[in-house]
């Protein structure tokens, strides 16, 4: 029996990049995923920025390769930054599949996200929160009173190490930090109703767009000069098969409301990436870890000495 066997899912960001690879994993352990993006076939063409390079991937594609490894699925093309539609969206995964299990809140907008914050335009704040974080919890808000019902359910936002770390701009780093506070104060919330819910930071993961940036395409950020992504990121699937582990574990646990990287539940579960390549942990994290024993931002360091 598969580790989500009668489970239904709902992931949001799923036409691409870790949202593809999370519905994918999703599936291949037995869930049945609603898959949520704007971009629903590949004759839709989504550009960076609205008008830089394409960038390839859609609900279709993800969903005919779930359908391709026997799972089942059914997407949704909707638009994240809608307060309104991401409610709909939740109410459609209850008409097709009559329960909602697994939330996983992804996504991030199709812009460059690079950049010192005053020399981005202003609207990168909103571009950046209306998908990365309230989008976050108003899936959870419409999501919630159903789990509470069904007697449990698990809700992972998926964020970064740019939580606590100065990756792309500072609008980025902001959403990460939003989405692991409402991690921590959801969890306060759900205390006793059997819901539970984690943040998860990837390490470099192949998504469609890091490989743009490695081959010298506008991706909206770059990458490390002479980054292999073969040998130094993992796989998208392999999140989902993170989720997969935290959604099954419904042993109430310590790691409830935190943060954990993808290294972190690859060693607590005892699981590799599909090709058999370890799970690297996240070099800032790793080091922060040796070097201050903790992940926490300076400031929180500090007070907490
Ligand atoms: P990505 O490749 O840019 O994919 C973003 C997804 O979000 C796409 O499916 C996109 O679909 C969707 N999206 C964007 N705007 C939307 C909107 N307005 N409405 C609906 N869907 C929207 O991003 P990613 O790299 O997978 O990142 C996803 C998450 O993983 C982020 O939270 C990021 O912080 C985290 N992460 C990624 C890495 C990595 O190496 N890639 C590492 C650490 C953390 P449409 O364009 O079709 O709408």
Redesign the pocket.
């Known amino acids: 029996m598969a580790m989500l066997d009668g489970k239904v899912a709902l992931v949001?960001?799923?036409?691409?990049?870790?949202?593809?690879?999370i519905a994918i994993g999703l599936a291949r352990e037995g869930a049945r995923v609603v898959l949520?993006?704007?971009?629903?076939s590949a004759s839709?063409t989504?550009r960076i920025d609205g008008d830089g390079a394409i960038?390839s991937?859609?609900?279709e594609e993800t969903l005919d390769q779930i359908a391709a490894e026997g799972g089942s699925g059914h997407a949704v093309a909707?638009?994240?930054?809608?307060a309104s539609?991401v409610k709909d969206l939740v109410g459609e995964t209850l008409n097709q599949f009559g329960r909602i299990d697994i939330l996983v809140n992804?996504?991030?907008?199709?812009s460059i996200l690079t950049g010192r914050f005053w020399e981005m335009p202003a609207t990168a704040f909103d571009d950046q929160m209306?998908?990365?974080a309230r989008?976050y919890f108003l899936a959870a808000h419409a999501a919630v009173p159903t789990m509470i019902r069904q007697g449990g359910g698990c809700i992972v936002n998926?964020?970064?190490?740019?939580a606590c770390f100065d990756f792309f701009s500072a609008a980025?780093s902001i959403?990460?930090a939003a989405?692991d506070r409402m991690t921590q104060a959801f969890a306060a919330d759900l205390v006793g109703t059997g819901v539970r819910t984690y943040s998860l930071?990837?390490?470099?993961?192949?998504?469609?767009?890091?490989i743009m940036a490695v081959s010298g395409d506008s991706a909206?950020f770059q990458m490390p000069p002479d980054f292999n992504p073969m040998t130094q990121?993992n796989s998208?699937e392999v999140?989902g098969l993170a989720v997969a582990h935290l959604a099954a574990d419904t042993d109430e646990s310590d790691r409830n409301g935190t943060a954990l990287t993808l290294f972190d539940a690859s060693e607590i579960y005892g699981f590799k990436d599909y090709d058999d390549q370890a799970v690297l942990p996240?070099a800032s994290v790793a080091n922060a870890v040796k070097t201050r024993g903790s992940v926490a931002p300076l400031v929180f360091a500090k007070m907490m000495k």
């Open positions: 949001t960001g799923a036409s691409r990049g870790v949202g593809r690879g949520a993006a704007r971009t629903k839709d989504r960038v991937g859609s609900l909707c638009d994240l930054s809608e539609a992804n996504g991030q907008p199709q209306s998908v990365g989008s998926i964020s970064s190490p740019g980025y959403t990460r989405a930071w990837p390490s470099f993961i192949r998504t469609e767009r890091v909206g990121a998208p999140v996240h």
